[in-house]
């Protein structure tokens, strides 16, 4: 009952600079987890950065000083703004939610996942 679409992705050269959106909604809650991970083919999906609600962030040692994650908790939205990009960056980008109530109030953890935005960075 929760969707996530990502939008944003696309080709570009490194140096070059990308922002990723990712849109929630269905049956959303104020209180959660936000975030953004990526996964390059045959390697795990690694977590890129992610926000809470109350704007703490977490980021990755292999992008801190390059990306920059941001929320707007009245659009439901999810921003990585990627600056500085780098070939190893390339990769499928996927963003994730974690809310603490379902749709019908029940106290959990609950995840959800968005179908993937691809980014690729060329030399």
């Known amino acids: 009952q929760v969707q996530l679409v990502e939008s944003g992705g696309g080709l570009v050269q490194a140096g070059g600079s990308l922002r990723l959106s990712c849109a929630a909604s269905g049956s959303v809650f104020s209180r959660n987890v936000m975030g953004w991970y990526r996964q390059a083919p045959g390697k795990q999906r690694d977590l890129v950065a992610t926000?809470?609600?109350?704007?703490?962030?977490n980021y990755a040692d292999s992008i801190k000083g390059r990306f920059t994650i941001s929320r707007d908790n009245a659009k439901n939205t999810v921003y990585l703004q990627m600056n500085s990009l780098k070939p190893e960056d390339t990769a499928s980008y996927y963003c994730?939610?974690?809310?603490?109530?379902?749709?019908?109030?029940?106290?959990?953890?609950?995840?959800?996942w968005g179908q993937g935005t691809q980014v690729t960075v060329s030399s």
């Open positions: 994730k939610a974690t809310y603490y109530r379902n749709s019908r109030g029940e106290i959990g953890i609950y995840d959800y």
């Open positions: 926000i809470t609600s109350g704007s703490l962030t």
